[in-house]
């Protein structure tokens, strides 16, 4: 069942959403070489109780940390640990906080010092397709058109997506109906409308392979064929007069 939200409830989770990108644009500047994923999750842990909200990720499903680290080949839910970032490394930096009982989610992926071109234009391209992705998160379009919008971008480079990893409504849960693929024709699905919240998350393969594997953590996805993965979301809230990126702008006017 899909949740429309209140303006209300929209304002909470505009507030919930402004601490998680606060704290990803702090951890930014801490991704240098010879920082440990373990460190990044330290800091985020305490600057989010210092915010005054929870860690969603922390003991979800069993997930024993507050951040998500994602390091070159793993696509998403990297566990934090004692490695080290090394220079030309990117990093995924995945998560999210409850405030007043709704949750905000979202990521970025971070170059580590200098990288190589091919990862910096696999982070632009990525970070563009969830912009594009966003723009069709409008009333009276399908679900699938952001994913269709995702799709169309990351496959003109030859990248490629993985299928069983979605983005997905939030609000009062961390993952609420819909589902939202980064793929498939546009004009399918439910219909989007007034008060929806979608995470839009676009996950890309440099290598263009969708293949997946999973760790014996049960966690951590990495790719295949041991290609880079870039990861970038935001969680987005449907109003009539467009896409409001909570936590990131102002309602549209």
Not at 71 to 87: F, M, S, T
Not at 100 to 126: F, M, N
């Amino acid at each position: 069942m899909i949740y429309n939200k209140s303006w209300s409830e929209l304002q909470t989770m505009d507030r919930c959403n402004a601490i998680v990108l606060d704290i990803l644009a702090r951890l930014r500047e801490r991704v240098v070489p010879g920082v440990t994923t373990a460190d990044l999750d330290q800091m985020a842990d305490e600057w989010t109780y210092d915010a005054g909200a929870l860690p969603a990720f922390k003991g979800y499903r069993g997930y024993p940390a507050t951040l998500c680290t994602s390091i070159n080949e793993v696509i998403v839910h990297g566990i934090p640990a004692d490695r080290e970032l090394e220079e030309g490394d990117i990093v995924g930096l995945d998560m999210g906080v409850i405030v007043d009982g709704y949750y905000g989610d979202s990521a970025i992926t971070v170059p580590v010092g200098k990288v190589s071109p091919k990862a910096q234009q696999l982070l632009e391209v990525t970070e563009k397709s969830m912009r594009l992705g966003i723009e069709k998160a409008a009333v009276g379009n399908r679900i699938s058109d952001i994913g269709h919008a995702v799709y169309s971008l990351v496959s003109r480079y030859g990248y490629a997506v993985p299928k069983d990893f979605t983005g997905h409504g939030i609000g009062r849960s961390l993952h609420e109906d819909p589902q939202v693929p980064n793929f498939g024709d546009p004009g399918r699905g439910p219909r989007i409308t007034d008060g929806m919240v979608l995470a839009i998350e676009p996950m890309v393969i440099a290598g263009g392979v969708s293949d997946v594997v999973i760790a014996d953590d049960q966690w951590t996805a990495s790719t295949a064929d041991g290609s880079l993965a870039a990861h970038f979301e935001r969680s987005v809230a449907v109003t009539p007069k467009g896409p409001w990126i909570l936590g990131e702008k102002s309602p549209p006017a």
